[in-house]
């Protein structure tokens, strides 16, 4: 089975950017749709952003135009560009091997282990 590594979170300042990477072994993420999901500490998990097999992108309020995903699908690779960071995008990140029906994004139980985000003020 497909195993999800996610890398690239830190520590960053409001206002900069990091790139978070979701790296697949044992198996092919060519054709899936794949999601990147946030938790932050006594929240819900939440959907930030999707990618579909043909590379159409669609992402939660809170992060439209300051991330952006996309997948190299030759490295096995997806990615989750954050610019113009917040402290509320502070959380740990998953991405997530899921699945598009009817317009929408299904999360499968693919996840990777996740890399925590900390925005400082």
């Known amino acids: 089975q497909v195993q999800l590594a996610e890398s690239g979170g830190g520590l960053v300042q409001a206002g900069g950017s990091l790139t978070l990477s979701c790296s697949a072994s044992?198996?092919?993420?060519?054709?899936?749709?794949m999601g990147w999901y946030r938790q932050a500490p006594g929240k819900q998990r939440e959907l930030v952003a999707t990618i579909t097999v043909g590379g159409s992108t669609d992402y939660s309020d809170s992060v439209k135009g300051r991330f952006t995903i996309s997948r190299d699908n030759a490295k096995n690779t997806v990615y989750l560009q954050m610019n113009s960071l917040k402290p509320e995008d502070t959380a740990v990140y998953f991405c997530?091997?899921?699945?598009?029906?009817?317009?929408?994004?299904?999360?499968?139980?693919?996840w990777g282990q996740g890399t925590q985000v900390s925005v400082s003020s």
């Open positions: 997530n091997k899921g699945r598009w029906a009817g317009g929408k994004y299904y999360s499968t139980n693919f």
């Open positions: 044992r198996g092919t993420i060519s054709f899936s749709a």
